[in-house]
């Protein structure tokens, strides 16, 4: 599957933008779909996953209640809007696919090595 993300950009702190992805090649609504980001200096670290029929959505602790995951299998999209943005939300973000997550237990397996978009930057300033 590949994996075009955008909508990246520059945002003040408080604000909010969305982020898409777009999948190709390979069935979508099969997948579940996340958001990665990897901050200057940082590991890459998991931000959201929702499931295959977007019915189920995992968060990491820091952005529950900023951000949410939704996707659109007719338009092969996930998306990811970003509220009240903070400058510590300043990072690279990737979409991945076709990963294991349990939405019950609160757990994922990363993502393979081909299972990566490209990546777009989102810059939060103070």
């Known amino acids: 599957v590949q994996l075009q993300a955008s909508g990246g950009g520059l945002v003040q702190a408080g604000g909010s933008l969305r982020v898409s992805c777009v999948a190709s090649?390979?069935?979508?609504?099969?997948?579940?779909m996340g958001w990665f980001r990897q901050a200057p200096g940082k590991e890459r670290e998991f931000v959201a996953a929702?499931?295959?029929?977007?019915?189920?959505?995992l968060y990491t602790n820091s952005v529950k209640g900023r951000f949410t995951i939704s996707r659109d299998n007719a338009k092969n999209t996930v998306y990811l809007q970003m509220n009240s943005l903070k400058p510590e939300d300043t990072a690279v973000y990737y979409c991945a696919a076709d990963f294991v997550v349990s939405f019950s237990g609160g757990w994922y397996s990363p993502p393979r090595a081909g299972s990566w978009g490209q990546g777009t930057q989102v810059t939060v300033s103070s």
């Open positions: 929702v499931s295959r029929s977007g019915g189920e959505t």
């Open positions: 090649g390979g069935t979508f609504s099969t997948y579940n």
